[in-house]
Every structure is written in C-alpha cells, then in structure tokens.
C-alpha cells in the first residue's frame, strides 16, 4: 500500500516534467475528471504521447524521470516532509476555486483541509492521527497580512498586533515568510489559536530567507509551512509572484499592512481582487514610500484598517461576540497604553514614533541619563510597546 501511494506521486512529479502535460495538463485533468478519477488514467494517456522531444539539448526520458522523481518522494519522506495533489480529498478547499490552482503541494505541519470522509495520508500512504482534528479544518477561516520586506517599526509592531489578534480568535494568518511584515505576521500569529501558514517561493528543504531559518522550522512544529515547489528549487524571482496566488487562494481577505508602489504584496491584492475577495490596507506615514501603494489601494476601494473589529465585521461578523479581552480596542489606541505607564516610561513612549531613534537623542530630549532610559526603554519592549533596532 505505501509502495503504490509513492508510485502514485512520483508519478504526478512526473507528469509535471511532461513537456506535454505540465501543471496545465494536469489542472484541465482535473477539471474534466475531477478529483474521483485515478491519476492512472492522465498516466496512461501521458505514455502514449509521443515524448522524445528536445529539451535543453536533450530526449525526454519518462523512465528516468519517473525514476528521480520516486527518489525525491523518499527523500520527503525522510524530511517528514508530505504532498498532497488537486486529485486527493483534502486538497485546500479555497486553492481549487482559483484560476490556476497549483497541481501538488509539499508542506511540513498539521494545517491540513479535511474533506469529505477520506483521511489525509502521508507521502508513503499511511493515514495520519487526527489528533484534535487538524488546523486547517477546525479554521476554514483564514486571512493573509503581507506587506514590504524594507519595512518601518511601525509597520511591524501593526503587523504583529494585528496577527496575534486574528489568531486568537481561531483566524490563520497567511503570509509569504519573507523578511519584514511576513515575518512579524507569522511571529504574532503563532502561538495563538488559528495559527499561521508560510507559503514558499522555493523547495521545502531550502531556509529563505537565511536568517528566518529557526522561525521556518518553529512554524513546521506549530502551523504549516508549504510550498508548490519541488526539492532544490531556488528562491528565484519569478517564483514570488506565482506563490502569491496561493496567499491568497487560501485566505478569505487580504491586509496589506506596508506597501510601496513595486511591492510584492500588491500582487497578492490584485489576486484577491480578481477572485473576488476582500482588500484590507493599513494607512500610514504620507511621507514614507511604504505607504503610496496602501494608500493608493485605499483610492481604489480597499477597506481602511484601524482596529481587527475592521476585518471582522466584513469578513466574520460571528466572531465579534468573542471580542472580551482577546480583541483590542483598536491597533492605535493608546489611552489605555499610556494610562498603563509610569511618568518616566509614559516620557520615553510618546518621544518615540515610526522611525528609529539612538537612545542619546531620546536621553536628551527628555534630559535624562543615558543609563536610566535604556532601564526604562528595555522594560518598554518586554512589554511589548517598542522594538529596539539593530544599530
């Protein structure tokens, strides 16, 4: 049985090397047949073509192809590492309804979409625990937060808040795993209740960026990390793109928090727009070139953030009477911040703004001891309230 099982998705990896199938092939497959007829059938059809065709110099041979690629699906197996396709039950839900759903995902993690009455399987077949029924399933509920990689203090401190108060109302948080907004999203939604899932521009065995290496491994453990790539696949440029669509194929809404004119997550917006979604935008700094593309969403008709209540009363109205504590009153609000403070750290707080500042300028705006305000400014961040940059 878990012979056949790896059979069966080497050769759908096969199959996606066909120079006459490809990722098309399969996708109008799929759509012809749906999910109930076997893989055999496209495979059976894909032997028959005719397939010694030149490829960079080169025949297709579908034997050694298949070949490899029953070698990658052990190495997965190894790295714990599962797939699921477009023609398994409980492939995402929200990712078939997009134009070009991608044919096979690889993922670490127990965001899993549960259809009908068949059980998720791993690589080599063997049905996996439901333990408390798995994430995915228990929250079909699900937003993305993307934004710039170059982003402001203000920009994260948003994006984390924002995440960790969706998640903990049962809502998973969708991003991209790169640097900057993606980052802190992930970071505030993970130790919540709806969790987070890390879509990849590159194989599944590649840490990108570098230094998000231990939080990737953190989220296979407590979220999901996926990615349509197969092993050894590069972060190359033209991968981003194509992995938006998969942001936001799996999220209801999209909330861009920071966004230049060029940058990637007004790509994710556009998909959601074309699949008739949700586009949430977080206004900021007029003067800051991170903002002209939020802002120029909120010209066209994106919905204008301020507090979660913003996204919840759009998007999932029944979760509003799960508001208690869980939920703030609003991500700008500091009345109740500052009526938390002492004197000296209430000082220190309101000298600080969106963009970086050294701690000898603070200490002499408010004319205090370099020593006393970094006591004062370190109880802030554990705290939560500020984040100390890198010098």
Same mark, same amino acid.
């Given at each position: 049985?878990?012979?056949?099982?790896?059979?069966?998705?080497?050769?759908?990896?096969?199959?996606?090397?066909?120079?006459?199938?490809?990722?098309?092939?399969?996708?109008?497959?799929?759509?012809?047949?749906?999910?109930?007829?076997?893989?055999?059938?496209?495979?059976?059809?894909?032997?028959?073509?005719?397939?010694?065709?030149?490829?960079?110099?080169?025949?297709?041979?579908?034997?050694?192809?298949?070949?490899?690629?029953?070698?990658? !699906?052990?190495?997965?197996?190894?790295?714990? !590492?599962?797939?699921?396709?477009?023609?398994?039950?409980?492939?995402?839900?929200?990712?078939?309804?997009?134009?070009?759903?991608?044919?096979?995902?690889?993922?670490?993690?127990?965001?899993?979409?549960?259809?009908?009455?068949?059980?998720?399987?791993?690589?080599?077949?063997?049905?996996?625990?439901?333990?408390?029924?798995?994430?995915?399933?228990?929250?079909?509920?699900?937003?993305?937060?993307?934004?710039?990689?170059?982003?402001?203090?203000?920009?994260?401190?948003?994006?984390?808040?924002?995440?960790?108060?969706?998640?903990?109302?049962?809502?998973?948080?969708?991003?991209?795993?790169?640097?900057? !907004?993606?980052?802190?999203?992930?970071?505030?939604?993970?130790?919540?209740?709806?969790?987070?899932?890390?879509?990849?521009?590159?194989?599944?065995? !590649?840490?990108?960026?570098?230094?998000?290496?231990?939080?990737?491994?953190?989220?296979?453990?407590? %979220?999901?990390?996926?990615?349509?790539?197969?092993?050894?696949?590069?972060?190359?440029?033209?991968?981003?793109?194509?992995?938006?669509?998969?942001?936001?194929?799996?999220?209801?809404?999209?909330?861009?928090?920071?966004?230049?004119?060029?940058? %990637?997550?007004?790509?994710?917006?556009?998909?959601?727009?074309?699949?008739?979604?949700?586009?949430?935008?977080?206004?900021?700094?007029?003067?800051?070139?991170?903002?002209?593309?939020?802002?120029?969403?909120?010209?066209?008709?994106?919905?204008?953030?301020?507090?979660?209540?913003?996204?919840?009363?759009?998007?999932?109205?029944?979760?509003?009477?799960?508001?208690?504590?869980?939920?703030?009153?609003?991500?700008?609000?500091?009345?109740?911040?500052?009526?938390?403070?002492?004197?000296?750290?209430?000082?220190?707080?309101?000298?600080?703004?969106?963009?970086?500042?050294?701690?000898?300028?603070?200490?002499?705006?408010?004319?205090?001891?370099?020593?006393?305000?970094?006591?004062?400014?370190?109880?802030?961040?554990?705290?939560?309230?500020?984040?100390?940059?890198?010098?």
């Amino acid at each position: 049985m878990k012979d056949r099982h790896i059979r069966r998705q080497a050769k759908l990896l096969t199959l996606l090397s066909h120079p006459r199938v490809g990722a098309r092939g399969i996708r109008d497959h799929w759509r012809k047949y749906g999910q109930e007829v076997s893989v055999e059938l496209l495979w059976e059809e894909a032997c028959h073509l005719p397939v010694q065709l030149s490829i960079a110099g080169g025949g297709f041979d579908l034997r050694q192809i298949y070949r490899e690629a029953e070698e990658e !699906i052990r190495a997965c197996v190894k790295m714990g !590492i599962k797939m699921v396709s477009l023609f398994d039950a409980f492939y995402p839900v929200s990712l078939r309804e997009i134009y070009d759903p991608p044919p096979v995902l690889f993922y670490k993690g127990d965001l899993l979409e549960r259809m009908g009455g068949n059980r998720p399987q791993d690589c080599k077949g063997a049905p996996l625990e439901r333990t408390a029924t798995t994430r995915l399933a228990r929250t079909a509920r699900a937003i993305a937060i993307v934004g710039s990689r170059n982003s402001t203090t203000y920009g994260r401190k948003v994006a984390e808040t924002l995440a960790r108060q969706l998640s903990a109302v049962s809502i998973c948080v969708v991003s991209g795993l790169a640097e900057g !907004i993606d980052t802190w999203a992930h970071r505030g939604a993970k130790d919540q209740k709806g969790g987070t899932i890390a879509v990849l521009g590159n194989g599944m065995d !590649i840490y990108y960026p570098r230094r998000n290496r231990s939080l990737q491994e953190e989220l296979c453990h407590k %979220g999901t990390v996926l990615s349509e790539y197969r092993l050894r696949t590069l972060p190359l440029r033209h991968n981003f793109p194509a992995r938006n669509r998969i942001i936001s194929g799996l999220a209801k809404g999209v909330v861009v928090v920071e966004a230049s004119e060029s940058s %990637g997550a007004l790509i994710t917006a556009d998909f959601a727009l074309e699949e008739g979604k949700s586009v949430f935008a977080i206004p900021g700094n007029i003067y800051h070139r991170n903002t002209r593309g939020t802002h120029a969403l909120l010209k066209d008709g994106a919905r204008l953030v301020e507090r979660v209540e913003d996204i919840l009363e759009e998007l999932y109205p029944d979760l509003l009477s799960q508001k208690g504590r869980t939920i703030s009153n609003g991500l700008f609000s500091e009345m109740e911040i500052l009526a938390s403070l002492s004197e000296e750290e209430r000082l220190l707080y309101l000298q600080l703004d969106q963009e970086p500042q050294h701690i000898d300028d603070l200490s002499r705006m408010v004319d205090m001891e370099v020593n006393k305000a970094l006591g004062i400014l370190l109880q802030l961040e554990i705290k939560g309230l500020i984040i100390q940059e890198p010098a």
